[in-house]
């Protein structure tokens, strides 16, 4: 399966990160991918979590998921990206990924679980976690994909949620904040949550500069199989499903797995 990661930095202009998403899609489908991954925060961004956030949220049926939605129609693709959801608190939003299949369907939502509350941020004042740690997968060409987001990628348990319930390929977007050894914990890090499940990893960040931008495809055996500049930037690639399987083959940690 091909698919491309749209590596933006968005901002708080709605409207024009849909029309830069919407570009990149039909870069996409002209690529002959079949899905789209946008970063974590992609249609409202900047570099602090703030009340604005809130005010940019909207509900899971409101303008911005159904412009996802024409976006995947009019270009034939599956479309993964994250978003600001109101939640039932009038203070905390909701930090979500949907993903909207080739005909408009939503066919996932993922409200983030672990909130980066960290090195001077604060993501809970404004954003709500998810109430449900169920893992959140979906299906494409017979392939299951997994979602999760940014900071989860700290927390192992949350990709093996995932492969548990049968993901292939963990689609990770993040908005990493720059930081002092941060690049090298988000290498260290997509890498690792690919060979602990057996599964691809593929997680878009946003660019810079509120972002490190190096949005990586990770191999079931932890290899890099593509990766991103620092700012800007569209990748294109063919998942090897295959390798998942040998993978798995030589190393069936799910079945030895005692703890």
């Known amino acids: 399966m091909r698919v491309t990661l749209g590596q933006l930095a968005s901002g708080t202009d709605t409207p ?8 990149v899609a039909a870069a996409a489908s002209a690529a002959g991918s079949r899905l789209v991954v946008f970063p974590e925060y992609a249609t409202y961004e900047k ?33 993964v990206a994250g ?20 005909g408009g ?14 090195r001077g941020f604060h993501e809970s004042g404004h954003i709500k976690p998810a109430p449900d740690v169920a893992p959140v997968t979906f299906r494409r060409d017979g392939t ?17 949620s995932l492969r548990d319930a049968g993901a292939q390929v963990v689609l990770a977007p ?19 949550r690919a060979l602990d499940n057996g599964v691809i990893v593929v997680a878009v960040s946003q660019a ?10 990770a191999g079931p055996l932890g290899e890099v199989i593509g990766r991103c500049g620092a700012g800007e930037d569209l990748l294109t690639v063919d998942l090897p499903l295959d390798a998942v399987r040998d993978a798995r083959s030589q190393f069936p940690l799910q079945a030895q797995r005692r703890v």
């Open 144 to 160: 299951v994909f997994g979602l999760l987001t940014c900071y989860d990628l700290r927390f192992p348990g949350v990709a093996q």
């Open 208 to 217: 810079e500069p509120v972002s490190i931008g190096r949005s990586v495809v």
């Open 105 to 118: 369907d939503l066919v996932a939502a993922y409200r983030k679980i672990h909130l980066f509350d960290s």
């Open 47 to 79: 570099s602090r979590v703030d009340g604005s956030f809130v005010a940019a949220a909207q509900p899971l049926d409101g303008s911005v998921v159904q412009a996802l939605a024409g976006m995947a129609r009019r270009h034939g693709v599956t479309v």
């Open 174 to 192: 993040s908005s990493w904040v720059p930081g002092a050894g941060k690049a090298d914990q988000w290498d260290l890090l997509t890498r690792a």
């Open 83 to 102: 978003i600001v959801e109101t939640s039932d608190e009038p203070d905390r939003a909701y930090n979500t990924i949907v993903a909207l299949d080739d």
């Open 16 to 23: 024009v990160s849909l029309a830069r998403m919407d570009a």
